[in-house]
């Protein structure tokens, strides 16, 4: 039982307006955990991402070329994982146009005297086809490597003409007279004139301006599905790996043939043809 003194106490704490300051403190105080447990949950994941951040490319990017870092990713992966696929916001290619089990195999940052003829030779002995996402300097510093690509089959896509992932950002007159000016580069240096359907942001920096530029260029935006960070040097059997993990018909894999370092890309490209060989996949150009 109540002495009258505790009913008087608990009377006046129910009543107005201690009833209301009550409830506000209450309020506070679930506000805060809330907050703090939001705040816990991000960093923990941040800590994971951090942590798991592949070797950086710090040398041994060709003339014309940056050589970028893990930070540079625009989203950031796990060794041995595809990143989720970077797309631009309009027309997009990220599959075949197939219901066969097909892949479209690309190649970025070319063509380079080191790496690209050793692709090229690899595609050849399983009669793949690719796309190769071209810089125009390095397409016009290598025309024989130009000329091979385009003769044996493979397909050209415009990547800028030094790699500029800024730009998709740049004034619409600006952008238009890049990507005009590095299309016809990189068509020209074949004779006659190569077909440039594709256009591939650097470092998947699309913009909506890009994808219309790239448009009234005459240009699709290229995208992938499946991205094996190789340029991040995370080991041959990662890149192995992150293919092998997120396959699938119709699926676009980028791989790099310039930019930096690339004899961990050759050996996976060396495994990963034969094995989706024996998968069923068929290589195709994406249309």
Known sequence: MLTERQRVILRQIVSPPYIYRWAGLLTTVGLVVGVTAVVLADVGRETVLAGSA???VSAGAPAGIRARTAEDAPARGMPGFARPAITSSLLTVTDTGTDRPAVALTFDDGPTPEYTPQVLDLLAQYGAKATFCTIGNQAVAYPDLMRRIIAEGHRLCDHTMTHDATVGFNAHDLMSSQLSTSKTT?????????TIDYFRAPEGAWTPALDQVAAE?????????????????PGTAAIVASVQQGVHPGAVV??????????QTIEAVRQ????????????VLPS
């Open 54 to 56: 592949a070797p950086a």
């Open 186 to 194: 990189i068509a020209g240096v074949i004779d006659p004139p190569a």
């Open 217 to 233: 260029t005459g240009m699709r935006p290229l995208g992938w599905s499946v991205d094996t960070l190789d340029w991040t040097q």
């Open 254 to 263: 980028l791989f790099h043939d310039g930019g930096g370092p690339r004899e």
């Open 272 to 283: 990963l043809l034969p094995w989706l060989q024996e998968q069923g996949y068929q290589f």
